[in-house]
């Protein structure tokens, strides 16, 4: 059973893992608890957000999607600014075999089934990476280093493997983000956590 994370083990967590961190106002009050539950959770989900400019979307969300729509936003930069402390609207319903293997750490993360009946919100942490999605437009190194922060920071922090970490993609058949190889992603995540110090 992992308990959610406190917003000030969050930022120490990323900051010991060496990313640079910005706090978006009201952020650590801001969340979608009462909405369903959140926690204990079980693994990272991974997000691109298909458009530009999206940090004001990330905290406040849509009228038919209230934000925060992730925990953290990954600008091109590589800064991350926090956007939700706690239950936030990034992730949806999941496949129970894709949370079977992101909870148990497989190896082999299956083609999720088509019934999602998992809340993944309650279950995940979630980071939009700022990206067309478009297979086009890059992932600047600094801006993909940031995510394996982001990710490591988790993992260290709950004594994950990199196997605790997916795609939104690879929960539900409904989504084709983050645009990049999450099996690569998980590789070079699994050499940063083979690193008993950040950075
Ligand atoms: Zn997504």
């Not at 909405?35 to 693994?43: D, I, L, S």
């Not at 926090?82 to 949370?99: E, L």
Request: charged fraction near 20%.
């Amino acid at each position: 059973m992992a308990t959610p994370m406190t917003a000030s083990q969050f930022v120490k967590a990323l900051k010991d893992e060496g990313a640079t961190v910005a706090e978006h106002a009201g952020w650590r009050r801001h969340n979608r608890n009462g909405h369903g539950a959140w926690g204990p959770v079980h693994g990272v989900v991974i997000h691109h957000t298909a458009d530009t400019d999206s940090l004001g979307l990330c905290y406040s969300g849509r009228s038919d999607l209230p934000g925060p729509l992730c925990h953290a936003h990954l600008a091109k930069d590589g800064t991350l600014t926090m956007v939700g402390n706690g239950r936030a609207n990034h992730a949806g319903t999941f496949a129970a075999n894709a949370v079977d293997a992101m909870t148990r750490g497989a190896a082999e993360h299956p083609r999720p089934d088509a019934a999602e009946p998992v809340d993944a919100n309650t279950i995940t942490y979630g980071v939009e990476i700022e990206n067309l999605g478009d297979g086009k437009d890059p992932y600047p190194a600094v801006q993909y280093t940031a995510a394996l922060k982001f990710a490591a920071a988790i993992c260290r922090f709950h004594h994950w493997t990199a196997e605790s970490v997916i795609g939104h993609k690879e929960g539900t058949r409904r989504k084709t983000d983050p645009s990049f190889d999450m099996n690569r992603f998980r590789a070079d995540l699994a050499d940063r956590l083979k690193s008993s110090t950040a950075d």
